[in-house]
């Protein structure tokens, strides 16, 4: 097909068109010959290429295949979910690596009982966690939601249900440096008691046994908070039936006792055999002997004086013999002491009664001033009645031949 077109103005880029009926049309320059200017007419043919059409059209539709086989075959897998391991109080799960195709991630989040109980941190590189501060014996419900730029899947649900007291089968041990026998001897206690041994430390670990706190399996028990305690936390579990506590086994904790070790204890079918009863000793009891008196001191009147009469007591014909055991004869013992004591002190007393009474009466009686005035009277008249005495014998009263004689009064 033939066209012929008037150049109406000539651009550097794009030059303008006129056709018969005065439409414009903008034309690329480069196309068109170098030597025109306004006003020339230039003729173009127009016509369809049919051959360069199939080949772009097969072209695209290679490239809408490859598209389709790299990003629109595959899909995203839903997480598959199980549990790894069950203690009394923990669960680890795993999964297996995610599968995302063309999809990019966008959150892979845990659920426990329909509830969501968080993100999983890194999940391309993680395939497991570990969920503590469970209760014990009890039936728990997880699955995992992932979330994809292609879409939303759901695991299916794991339902686990954790340990009794006395279920042991869930304890994982990994063992540090231990003596020859002693590792052997654990080794055959962990299989009666249904636990497992692993190689190094994972996170289904629960437990590390060693008797040195050193080795690099050692620290990283220690960085994943992963209690370590001794060999003799094994043999309490076995004998006790369940599972321990596990503070009093810490290698810096004090050796536990046997009753902390499970040992045998007293129960009620058991007898006991009575102690032997205790041998009694007779104790014998001097009796006590009344003190000496006093004589009392020789003077007039000392005659008159009644005579001291040694206080009533108990001899030792009348004292009884004691027999009773160790600490029943020792605290009656005290109490007759004190009794005998106490009497000991009331015969003191009266015997230091009766002694003031009996010297009151031997004492000689003190003067006084008035006795004194009359005894000098007396001692005037007695003067006198001599004097009129000498003169009567001088003389010989013719009545009385008889001589009078003064006796004192």
């Not at 890194?122 to 969920?131: E, G, Q, V």
């Not at 008196?293 to 020789?298: D, F, H, W």
Request: aromatic share 4%.
């Amino acid at each position: 097909m033939l066209v012929s077109l008037t150049v109406g103005k000539v651009d550097a880029g794009v030059t303008v068109l006129l056709t018969p009926d005065k439409r414009l049309i903008e034309f690329p320059s480069i196309l068109l010959p170098p030597d025109i200017s306004s006003g020339s007419i230039v003729d173009i043919t127009v016509s369809r290429n049919h051959s360069a059409e199939s080949a772009a059209e097969a072209a695209f539709r290679r490239l809408q295949d490859s598209i389709y086989a790299s990003f629109g075959s595959a899909s995203p897998s839903p997480p598959v979910l199980r549990c790894r391991n069950a203690t009394q109080t923990s669960v680890v799960l795993e999964w297996d690596p995610i599968s995302l195709a063309t999809a990019d991630l966008l959150s892979l989040s845990l659920y426990r009982n329909g509830n969501k109980a968080g993100n999983i941190p890194r999940p391309l590189a993680m395939h497991s966690t570990k969920i503590s501060g469970l209760a014990v014996d009890t039936e728990y419900k997880f699955h995992l939601v992932l979330r994809t730029t292609a879409g939303t899947y759901k695991s299916e649900e794991v339902t686990v249900r954790t340990h009794k007291m006395t279920d042991l089968s869930g304890i994982t041990i990994t063992t540090g440096i231990l003596p020859a026998a002693t590792k052997e001897a654990l080794v055959s206690a962990v299989d009666r008691i249904g636990a497992k041994i692993v190689d190094g430390v994972r996170i289904d670990t629960t437990h590390f046994v060693t008797t040195e706190g050193r080795g690099v399996q050692w620290e990283k028990a220690v960085e994943n908070n992963i209690p370590v305690v001794r060999p003799e936390w094994v043999e309490a579990c076995e004998r006790n039936g369940r599972i321990l506590g596990v503070s009093k086994f810490y290698l810096d904790a004090a050796r536990p006792g046997p009753e902390e070790m499970g040992g045998a204890r007293p129960t009620a079918n058991v007898p006991v055999t009575p102690a032997p009863p205790l041998r009694t000793v007779p104790v014998p009891v001097v009796p006590n002997e009344p003190p000496k008196s006093e004589e009392p001191p020789a003077g007039p009147g000392a005659a008159d004086a009644p005579p001291v009469e040694p206080p009533a007591g108990p001899t030792a014909a009348e004292a009884p013999s004691v027999e009773s055991e160790k600490e029943s004869d020792d605290d009656q013992q005290e109490v007759e002491q004190e009794k005998v004591r106490a009497g000991d002190q009331e015969e003191q007393k009266v015997r230091a009664d009766e002694r003031e009474k009996e010297n009151l009466a031997v004492r000689p009686k003190q003067p006084t001033p008035e006795s004194e005035d009359d005894e000098e009277e007396e001692d005037e008249e007695e003067e006198e009645e001599q004097k009129g005495d000498k003169l009567d014998v001088g003389g010989k009263s013719p009545g009385d031949g008889a001589s009078m004689q003064d006796v004192p009064l």
